[in-house]
């Protein structure tokens, strides 16, 4: 199967020099050379996606594990990756495969190799990335067969491996499938706009509220991440926002209110889950969040004026739980990223029937049929 696809949006510069257009970052990128996020080379005056159709993992989940509770609760989803991230987060809870490319792949192409007889190649490279070779039907076909209600592009950065991405939610449309994208939000408006004209629902990591912390601790910056999610909500996407909350980093009241009075900005319905940070590849020295900490973003959410705050992570709590946002009636029970009981009577609650915000929130879609 072919190892190279080449991207979209780029740009070619005078002197050879390719200029990446996808992201914020605008890598400038010469012969041989390769993009921040790891995965996406130059060569012969074109830029190609190495990582195009190599999955590097897939499973079959439930939809709250993403997390979205408000999309189609209780339905199943497809969930799959390729390795690659436009960011490098020093706490990333999956930087085995979301850093890989950069731990291993070489950032120049052209290199001697085999004792000055060859020189490398980018093709050469994009035989080193991991993962299985797939088509974007293939793919759609395997979620049908598991009985799956939507297809996640998930765990690593999904926009990393835009053109896959891209091409497998069209042919899930096609399919009756929903298409959810679990993502850094940093992205460029053109590309953004291109996707969210076939995903149902993202869910965006907005990481901190301190331009200093997505420099220093992401690499990346603020200002592309909020623009995102306000346009996905303006342009209809179901959104939720995700907040791993690092103690020391971003665990402080004053950060944590301004990600909360944000968000009420875009929407008082928009769900924020603050997730529980556990030691992860360099930032080993720093401890478990507490539960104290995760309650207290809650409340703080709460009081900013979100109608929808969970705190993930807490075993057998029930901050996972939804409430009536005007009567806060017990309305879906769930535990450890599970649905474990739906009392929603039409999308309403059953006490005062107030509509609660969400897409599918009283059962899952059909999946239609689709030639393969």
């Known amino acids: 199967m072919e190892a190279m696809h080449e991207a979209r949006y780029y740009q070619k510069l005078p002197g050879g020099e390719l200029l990446c257009t996808l992201c914020p970052h605008y890598c400038h990128a010469r012969e041989g050379g390769r993009g921040t996020c790891g995965v996406r080379y130059a060569e012969n005056g074109a830029l190609y996606s190495l990582a195009y159709g190599k999955l590097i993992s897939r499973a079959v989940e439930p939809v709250e594990k993403k997390p979205l509770f408000h999309f189609q609760p209780g339905s199943r989803v497809y969930s799959i990756a390729s390795v690659g991230c436009t960011l490098r987060c020093g706490f990333c809870q999956n930087w085995e495969i979301s850093q890989w490319p950069k731990e291993h792949l070489p950032a120049t192409a052209g290199e001697v190799v085999g004792g000055g007889a060859h020189r490398r190649h980018v093709r050469d490279i994009a035989r080193l990335v991991p993962g ?52 850094n939000g940093f992205i460029n408006e053109a590309p953004l706009r291109e996707l969210a004209g076939v995903v149902d629902a993202v869910n965006v990591d907005l990481k901190y509220f301190n331009p200093e912390h997505y420099r220093h601790v992401s690499h990346a910056r603020i200002e592309p991440v909020l623009d ?23 665990d402080d009241d004053a950060e944590l209110r301004d990600i909360a009075e944000f968000l009420r900005g875009v929407g008082p319905e928009v769900p924020w889950h603050v997730s529980r940070f556990y030691p992860a ?92």
């Open 132 to 183: 299985e070779a797939t088509t974007p039907r293939r793919v759609v076909n395997a979620a049908r067969a598991s009985g799956a209600a939507a297809i996640a592009y998930t765990y690593t950065e999904p926009t990393a491996c835009f053109e896959f991405v891209h091409e497998t939610a069209l042919l899930a449309r096609q399919a009756g499938l929903r298409n959810i994208l679990v993502t």
């Open 228 to 250: 995102a999610i306000r346009l996905y909500h303006d342009l209809g996407v179901w959104l939720e926002v995700t907040t791993l909350i690092v103690p020391d980093i971003n």
């Open 281 to 372: 590849w360099k930032m080993l020295d720093h401890p478990i969040t507490p539960v104290a900490t995760l309650l207290r973003a809650r409340d703080i959410g709460r009081a900013a004026g979100l109608r929808y705050v969970y705190a993930a992570n807490i075993p057998d709590a029930p901050a996972e739980d939804t409430r009536c946002p005007h009567c806060r009636t017990l309305l879906i029970e769930r535990r450890s990223l599970r649905l474990r009981a739906n009392h929603l009577a039409a999308g309403a609650c059953p006490a005062c029937g107030t509509a609660v915000d969400g897409v599918g929130m009283a059962r899952s879609p059909a999946i239609q049929a689709v030639s393969s």
